[in-house]
Nanobody
């Protein structure tokens, strides 16, 4: 069993910053592609940013230049530094990871964190 535990959400005023963390634990041999998604009330879940094992990143246009995704492979931990936050960034943020659970099992399993609320007030 694999768990993704997120932390770092909260409430902040527009222009402020927050840092989200997501730690993978349990039956983990390796963690491959990781990403942050968000879902605002009444909207579909959308990709915010992603990073592969080599450190290549991808961002939604709406967060480019404001958010930075990073990972610590030794700790199987994903981060999202969010700066210059806007009210439209308000959402529940979810961590997603592709996990290889055993060195003999080459399948990748997708896991989601429980979500962490980010609220930005104007």
């Amino acid at each position: 069993q694999v768990q993704l535990v997120e932390s770092g959400g909260g409430s902040v005023q527009a222009g402020g910053s927050l840092r989200l963390s997501c730690a993978a634990s349990g039956t983990v041999f390796s963690v491959e592609h990781m990403g942050w998604y968000r879902q605002a009330p009444g909207k579909q879940r959308e990709l915010v940013a992603s990073v592969d094992t080599g450190g290549s990143t991808d961002y939604a246009d709406s967060v480019k230049g404001r958010f930075t995704i990073s990972r610590d492979n030794a700790k199987n931990t994903l981060y999202l530094q969010m700066n210059s936050l806007k009210p439209e960034d308000t959402a529940v943020y979810y961590c997603n990871a592709e996990v290889q659970i055993h060195y003999r099992d080459f399948r990748l399993y997708h896991y989601w964190g429980q979500g962490t609320q980010v609220t930005v007030s104007s």
